[in-house]
């Protein structure tokens, strides 16, 4: 492999901060947002279920809406788009469709396409703890390679935890079977983010136990 590869991605993963002011009324046209969401789907998730979905709003006024919901961060008013991502608290319903085609195809035996299918069943039958859990585990990493797929092509974006989760979900009509993760904005920044520091490597690692 290419030792340039990861000079890029390191590039990529330093550059992508939290910005907070947007250009305002600048589109991010379809195909490119399409790009950014093929992109990020490429996360890996518990037994591929892809527990996500993404809703984006575009329009003005409906994004003016999403404003009080999201304590009144005018990003949400000025980004180009807000997405809200959802984790699936039902995730076990993609079975088929995800691992399907490739039993057709030959690929997946019959016999670990069963055995999947009979685990995720198990898994997600009392509707617990645990498929919130999973929820938030697998939406998270889709949010975050949403991040990183909108910087690759020149889109800045902010994460955001500070938003009313009922409201949201009234305003947005969100299924019982669906749980509000993380609400993120994206556009062209007109302004940097903020300078922030991270904690030292010692601060993070523990070799081998506590
Ligand atoms: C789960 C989560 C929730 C966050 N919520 C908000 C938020 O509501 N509003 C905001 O301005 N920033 C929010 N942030 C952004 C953080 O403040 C930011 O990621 C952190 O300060 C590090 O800065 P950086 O992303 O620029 O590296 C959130 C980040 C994460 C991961």
Do not use: C
Not at 37 to 60: E, F, Y
């Amino acid at each position: 492999m290419q030792k340039s590869t990861t000079l890029q991605f390191d590039q990529l993963v330093r550059e992508r901060k939290s910005v907070r002011e947007f250009q305002k009324h600048h589109m991010i046209p379809q195909e490119e947002l399409h790009e950014i969401i093929r992109m990020a789907q490429t996360a890996p998730s518990a037994w591929n279920l892809q527990h996500w979905k993404v809703i984006v709003v575009q329009d003005p006024e409906q994004k003016r809406a999403l404003l009080p919901i999201a304590n009144n961060q005018q990003q949400v008013v000025d980004a180009s788009a807000v997405f809200i991502i959802l984790g699936d608290l039902e995730a076990n319903k993609n079975v088929e469709k995800v691992h399907l085609p490739l039993v057709h195809s030959g690929v997946m035996p019959k016999e670990v396409y069963s055995q999947i299918a009979k685990d995720t069943e198990e898994e997600y039958k009392l509707r617990n703890y645990k498929s919130r859990d999973s929820a938030f585990l697998n939406a998270s990493l889709f949010s975050m390679q949403l991040m990183l797929a909108a910087k690759s092509i020149g889109y800045d974006t902010v994460p955001m935890g500070g938003f009313q989760v009922d409201p949201l979900i009234e305003k947005l009509h969100i299924p019982k079977r669906f749980v509000p993760v993380m609400m993120m904005t994206i556009g062209i920044a007109s302004s940097s983010a903020y300078t922030t520091t991270r904690l030292s490597l010692d601060d993070v690692i523990i070799h081998e136990s506590f």
